[in-house]
Nanobody, 125 residues
């Protein structure tokens, strides 16, 4: 059974930083792309970024230059380092994995097969 478990969320002041963790189990994820999304109340789930198995990354425009995704394949873990946080970054953050191979739409929710339960990030002004 595939499981993704996020952690590391919390309350932080604007300008601060947080590091989120996503631990995967049930399958070896080293060869799969792993992504982060977020969802604020009343809004659609938004793409944050994706990490490919080869080490490349791709980010959404709203977080580019502030957020960094990294992964430790030996630990089946992906990280989201969030710097210079803004109140508009407040959301539930989810990690997701795609196990079906190549996609031409990495920022789309439906392209991912498994999701974690999410972790709340709140940025105060």
């Amino acid at each position: 059974q595939v499981q993704l478990v996020e952690s590391g969320g919390g309350l932080v002041q604007a300008g601060g930083l947080l590091r989120l963790f996503c631990a995967a189990s049930g399958r070896i994820f080293s060869s799969y792309p792993m992504a982060w999304f977020r969802q604020a109340p009343g809004k659609e789930r938004e793409f944050v970024g994706v990490s490919w198995s080869g080490g490349g990354t791709y980010y959404g425009d709203s977080v580019k230059g502030r957020f960094t995704i990294s992964r430790n394949n030996a630990k089946n873990t992906v990280y989201l380092q969030m710097n210079s946080l803004k109140p508009e970054d407040t959301a539930v953050y989810y990690c997701a994995v795609r196990t079906r191979g190549y996609s031409n739409s990495w920022s789309t929710v439906r392209e991912y097969d498994y999701w974690g339960q999410g972790t709340q990030v709140t940025v105060s002004s």
